[in-house]
């Protein structure tokens, strides 16, 4: 008689829903720049190359745009959700660093405060959603923030620079 072979299957480690958080964050990043390496070839990028398209990518709970700079002008933001929840995309002007932008007492980003000047944005980006903004932006120092819920609170929000 022939014997019997018993194969068992487990998932590998990295598929397990007991991961530690500070290696799914990794993985969540990771993928994150993966699909903003992505999304920047099909459109062509942005930053100092003198583009004005530039990759921006929302997860949970953070900004990743593809570069910390660009060009004054009109500016396309090709926005990319990545997270699982909604997320807004919105524009400050400001000097100050983003820990010291005005609050509200729940803790979002006071839009009226002082210190800034609120531009807009794109206030619904669904999940695994991308969409476009085109802004025309002057010189100065710029802050993205996600004023959703306690996304603000939960320090998600980049600093952005206009040059010349």
Same mark, same amino acid.
């Given at each position: 008689? $022939?014997?019997?072979?018993?194969?068992?299957?487990?998932? *590998?480690?990295?598929?397990?829903?007991?991961?530690? %958080? #500070?290696?799914?964050?990794?993985?969540?990043? %990771?993928?994150?720049?993966?699909?903003? %390496?992505?999304? +920047?070839? %099909?459109?062509? +990028?942005?930053?100092?190359?003198?583009? /004005?398209?530039? =990759?921006? +990518?929302?997860?949970?709970?953070?900004?990743?745009?593809?570069?910390?700079?660009?060009?004054?002008?009109?500016?396309?933001?090709?926005?990319?959700?990545?997270?699982?929840?909604?997320?807004?995309?919105?524009?400050?002007?400001? &000097?100050?660093? #983003?820990?010291?932008?005005?609050?509200?007492?729940?803790? /979002?980003? &006071?839009?009226?405060?002082? $210190?800034?000047?609120?531009? +807009?944005?794109?206030?619904?980006?669904? *999940?695994?959603?991308?969409?476009?903004?085109?802004? =025309?932006?002057? #010189?100065?120092?710029?802050?993205?923030?996600?004023?959703?819920?306690?996304?603000? /609170?939960?320090?998600?929000?980049?600093?952005?620079?206009?040059? #010349?």
């Amino acid at each position: 008689m $022939g014997t019997a072979v018993v194969v068992r299957w487990a998932p *590998p480690t990295w598929l397990a829903s007991d991961v530690p %958080a #500070p290696i799914r964050d990794l993985k969540r990043r %990771a993928g994150v720049l993966v699909a903003l %390496a992505l999304l +920047g070839a %099909a459109c062509g +990028g942005g930053g100092s190359s003198g583009s /004005k398209t530039l =990759a921006v +990518g929302l997860s949970d709970y953070e900004i990743t745009p593809r570069a910390i700079d660009a060009k004054a002008g009109s500016i396309t933001f090709e926005l990319s959700n990545v997270g699982t929840v909604h997320h807004e995309f919105a524009v400050v002007r400001t &000097d100050l660093a #983003p820990e010291q932008l005005p609050v509200t007492a729940d803790g /979002k980003l &006071d839009e009226k405060g002082g $210190g800034l000047t609120y531009l +807009g944005g794109n206030e619904n980006v669904p *999940p695994g959603q991308q969409v476009t903004l085109t802004m =025309a932006l002057t #010189p100065g120092a710029y802050v993205f923030v996600c004023n959703i819920d306690d996304h603000f /609170k939960r320090k998600m929000y980049t600093r952005f620079y206009i040059t #010349p």
